[in-house]
């Protein structure tokens, strides 16, 4: 009997706001760095890649470029599923303008937000596994955790 009910709702009200808050900076930060980051990175060592297969193929007529094809395939399907799957969480914040209560939109982010976000993070990763270092804009786990300069 510490709180009456009107301090306990809003309490409540205040612990709602904070989780939306934190979340829609991060899911906004996300598409951020996805769209001015990652997908232009991911970009340039695809059209690094193809230009390297065709000056091999040009200098010697029997080149092996299956690497640097096979890469920029798979890389180019990447980039079409962060980019879909990127813009399909932009999309989700005009359905969150229409959430009644703080309560609803509490329960979008857990229910829309946070899933494509974990989707958008699983292409990513896997984009970012076999993107070369030199292209990718930010230090990997092993460069965290281990790099000393």
Known sequence: KV????????????????????????????IDMVN?????????????????????????????????????????????????????LEDSFIDLKNAGSVVEEAEMFKSVIIPKMQELRAVTDEAECITSAEYWPYPSYGELLFGVR
């Open 3 to 30: 709180f009456t009910k009107a301090e306990i709702e809003a309490r409540q009200e205040i612990f709602y706001e904070n989780y939306c808050k934190t979340i829609n900076i991060e899911a906004l930060t996300m």
């Open 36 to 88: 001015k980051d990652i997908l232009p990175a991911v970009s340039k060592y695809v059209g690094k890649l193809s230009e390297t297969a065709a000056t091999k193929k040009s200098c010697f007529a029997g080149a092996d470029c299956t690497y640097e094809e096979k890469t920029a395939t798979k890389l180019s399907a990447l980039s079409g599923s962060i980019y879909s799957k990127v813009t399909d």
